[in-house]
Structure formats: structure tokens, C-alpha cells
């Protein structure tokens, strides 16, 4: 699947966080399926795309939900409003009243684990599983490439500044294997026209490391794996390990050969791990 028929078949939903009105897209499949629902929480510079591989394993046994976090893919991009993981933590708030549901599941990577960190932080009893796959955490982040992106001054740079920090962002400095086509052009999308190089530019501006170092990590009850690229420079496996010390019921699976992109240097073994994890609702 492609990009263009990854938004056809994307759904949209309304959203009002700290007064603004928001529109969330997302790809929904296994409706039909009992358990409480997943949620696929993608990072920076990414899209709800990122899960093109994961969500038809899932969607076998369970009702999955890939958003586009505020401020990218197909959601919301006008200027004026917080993209900041906490901004983040509220839309997922608000998404699961939209679907009804009380409980859910959480797999985040990249920014996604910390917005899924805050999520099962501040809400437990919410919180059936927890995936977080080369998260942010503590004091992490944000990485230099991703403030680069950030400075007020790249849009009024040559125009393909951003664009070779996109490059630099799906290069093999961050993936263990060549990147294919499908994902990199996928990845770059959302970002060509003026108003989503702007909002790309808010969303790397808004990143706060507090939101994660003021986290209880211990308050955070859910059964969770961590499941980690293991040749990743930007989160390295150590912040696996420390997390796994910190929660409360946390393992760690460490995937060779895999960078920060885990899920496309090692996409069979990533989906095995996650749907071996999702196999029986505990509900």
C-alpha cells in the first residue's frame, strides 16, 4: 500500500484541545474484533503510514486506531495551535471517547512512546498493554537533526534545507537496511506543500523535554513491552533498559539488525513480537 491509498481510505474525527477545534485522521481496520482497541502512536517526521505493516497483523484479533498526531499527515496543520506531546496526550484522550472506548492499548514509537508514556502515566486504569518501541524518554530528546528542523530560520534557508533534513532523518544513519521507496516517499509526503513544511517546522519546534522527565514512570501499571531496535543511536536500548527498571511489569525484546525505524529493518519479527503480545486480551 502507498501513500495516496493509505489517506483514501483514512477516516476523520473532531477533537477540541485547550479550545482549539481539531480534525484527527485516522486508519481504522477490525472493527468487528473484541478486546478493548489499539492505538499506533507514530513519532517525528513520521505519519500514521509508519504502521502500513503492523495494523493488518493486529487487526486479526483486535479493533486497531493509527492517528496522525495533530500537526501531521492528514490531520490538522493550520498554524496556531500546540503540537507538543502533552497536546498530543489530550487528542488520544478525546479519540477514545470518539470510539467508545474506556480501555485501550497503546504501541508508541519515537515521540508516539512518550505521548503513550504521559497517557499511561496520568490514566492506568486505562491502559490494558503498552508497546513502546525506541521511545523518548526522560531527557532523550529532542535529537540535534530534529531541532534543526526546528529553528525559525530553516524555512527562510534554500528551500531544500528541509528537505535534505528529511533525507538525513530515513537515511541509513537511522536504518540498519536501505530504505524502500514506498516508505521514504511515504514519510516525505506529508510535508511538500507550504502549509505542512510550516506545520512540520511547529511540530519539531514544540517538542519539550519536560513532558517526559516530569512523568511518574512507576505510576504506569499496564503490562508492557519494550521492543527495541537494537543498533538505534538516537534511543539506544540503555533507555530500554532503564525504563524496564522503572515500570512496573516492563520486559525488554531486543531486535538485531534494526535501527530507529525498527519496524521496516525488521518488519516480519516487529509484527511477530507486537500481535505474540496482543495474542489474549486480559479483559
Known sequence: MDYDDWTTEQHETNVTVDGHDLTVAYYEAGTDNDGPPIVLLHGIPTSSFLWRNVIAA??????????????YGNSSMYDGFDRSIRAQELMVEELTETISASTISLVGHDIGGGVA???ASHSPESVEKLVLSNAVCYDSWP???VVEIGLPTVLDEAPEKLDQLLEAAFSEEFMAATPEDTFVEGMHAPWESEEGRLSLVRNAAALN??????????????ETLLLWGADDFA????????????LSDARVVEIADAG????EDRKEAYVDHVHSFFGRSTH
Not at 209 to 222: F, K, M, P, V
Not at 235 to 246: G, M
Not at 260 to 263: Q, R
Open 143 to 145: 535529537l540535534d537533526l
Open 58 to 71: 493486529l487487526a486479526e484479533d483486535r479493533h486497531v486506531i493509527a492517528p496522525d498526531l495533530l500537526g
Open 117 to 119: 508514556l504521559r497517557f
Open 260 to 263: 530507529h525505524w525498527v519496524m
Open 235 to 246: 534511543q539506544p536500548i540503555t533507555n530500554a533498559e532503564r525504563l524496564a527498571e522503572d
Open 209 to 222: 523535554t519536560n513532558h517526559t522527565t516530569e512523568l511518574d514512570y512507576g505510576a504506569i501499571s499496564a
